[in-house]
Each structure stands twice: as C-alpha cells, then as structure tokens.
C-alpha cells in the first residue's frame, strides 16, 4: 500500500478546530474533498507535514502551533483607517471582514476590531493568525504521485 509522501497530490476530508477550546472553523464535512498538491506552498505547513506517511482511509489528528499554521498575530498588521478616508456611502461595522487595496492596488482583507472618534481600527492578519490549531484529517485519496 504506497503512503503520502513529500510532492503527491491528495485529497483529503477534514475538520479544522482551535486547540484552545475544540471550535471547529473549517470543515469538509457534506462537501467536497480538498485536493492538495503537497510541497507547493499552498496549505498550511502543519497540515502538509502531518499527513506524509498517511494510507488511504486512514484518520489522523494532526495538532500544530501557530507558526505551523497561519503564523504568530502581528500588531504591525493593525492600523487605524481614518473616516475621512471611507466613501461617504461606506459603514464599516466591528467584527466584519472586508477587501481594501493597498497604495499599489494589491487587495488585502480587513477585519474590523473597533471604532474610534476619527475611524476604524483594523486588522489585516489571518484571522486565525497566533491560534494553534488541530486538524482532523482522513485520507481519501493520493491522486498523483
């Protein structure tokens, strides 16, 4: 029986959860397997270096730290957006993500974590940046070796 290794593509059912308290953010479950080409930077470095070794139909929890997954939460990726900066039209709302464009014009997704008197405050790392993660994970198939 061949195993997962390092460059196989892959796919794979999961759930995804916060170590700190079991909420599950993510889930295969009722959809679509993932497919993931392993080694090519796409996925998370925890999920791809936890399932090399893996047989089809296999089940694995595979635990990881924040630098394994979406990286440490960064406070230079917090910053003010004044309001005079906003479209007239524009309400940003706490607790919801939006896309904003870079002075270069590259987009980058917000989250909005507070109001101030002059704007928003804003935080543009993942949302699950500095959270340790565990994903539980079943091999469904090695589509490509």
Do not use: W
């Amino acid at each position: 029986m061949s195993q997962v290794k390092e460059g196989d593509t892959i796919r794979v059912h999961y759930v995804g959860k916060l170590m700190e308290d079991g909420a599950v953010f993510d889930s295969s479950e009722g959809g679509a397997s993932l497919e993931i080409k392993l080694g090519s930077g796409e996925f998370i470095q925890g999920l791809e270096e936890g399932v090399i070794g893996m047989n089809v139909g296999e089940t694995k929890s595979i635990a990881m730290t924040c630098d394994k997954a979406y990286g440490a939460h960064s406070g230079e990726k917090v910053f003010e957006f004044h309001k005079d900066r906003a479209p007239q039209d524009v309400t940003f709302e706490v607790g919801r993500q939006y896309q904003l464009f870079r002075a270069d014009g590259m987009p980058v997704k917000v989250t909005v974590v507070e109001e101030t008197g002059t704007g928003y405050i804003m935080d543009c790392n993942h949302p699950l940046a500095g959270k340790d993660l565990v994903f539980e994970v079943t091999l469904e198939e090695i589509v490509q070796e």
